[in-house]
């Protein structure tokens, strides 16, 4: 099958499309506290954070987390943010966007780090499946890095051209994992990562969704 003419976006789903940040630090600092470790902010976190997320604990701890701590914090983060995840929406005019997009004849898919069996059905209940071609959670271990998953993605969108592509994330890893298999990105700043750590990143850094799509029309073109 031929590629097509159309661009694609290919969309983070936590802290992009899915505005969780206060159940993400919330389980964040669940996990720090079964090491005895102090709470952090918000700030904090887009500063420190980091992929793989050892490496972001091995900032705090100041060494890396053993294989006990880390499964141990890893368990905790993912039952709090379970527990929490409902008290979250969508970001602010993400429906709009992407029913605009779709209506535009081109094409948009979810990739993220968020198991495959947990994201499914939150999406879906959001009411918006029907805009993504292909909706893709991690499966396997967490705690890596988005590249790999990038390429059996795309892969897997026979018609998507990956130069005509767009992943738009909060992290610099979406950007790596981008870069990875020949894509553009944007990073937006109203999730997990700081400005200034976004820039570093060598691509388009935006405040809001809207202006996600406006480059991502602009970088496909």
């Not at 750590?197 to 480059?215: I, N």
Request: contains cysteine; charged residues 20%.
């Amino acid at each position: 099958m031929g590629k097509n003419a159309g661009a694609h976006i290919v969309w983070d789903w936590n802290g992009t499309l899915f505005h969780d940040n206060d159940a993400i630090i919330g389980a964040t600092n669940a996990a720090f506290a079964e090491l005895g470790l102090a709470p952090i902010t918000i700030e904090q976190y887009r500063t420190l954070y980091c992929v793989p997320v050892p490496k972001f604990y091995e900032r705090l701890l100041g060494r890396l987390p053993t294989d006990a701590e880390w499964e141990l914090m890893d368990l905790t983060f993912h039952r709090y943010y379970s527990e929490h995840r409902g008290r979250c929406a969508l970001t602010e005019g993400a429906t709009e966007l992407l029913a605009g997009w779709r209506s535009a004849g081109r094409s948009q898919s979810i990739l993220s780090m968020y198991g495959h069996e947990d994201l499914v059905p939150l999406v879906r209940g959001f009411g918006i499946e029907a805009h993504f071609i292909r909706v893709d959670g991690r499966t396997g271990p967490s705690g890596g890095s988005k590249a790999e998953h990038m390429v059996r993605h795309l892969a897997s969108l026979a018609t998507v051209d990956p130069a005509r592509t767009v992943v738009i994330g909060d992290a610099a890893d979406d950007a790596v994992a981008a870069r990875h298999v020949g894509a553009r990105a944007v990073l937006y700043t109203g999730g997990s990562h700081s400005r200034a750590s976004l820039e570093e990143a060598g691509v388009p850094v935006v405040d809001t969704l809207a202006e996600a799509v406006m480059e991502a029309e602009r970088l496909a073109a």
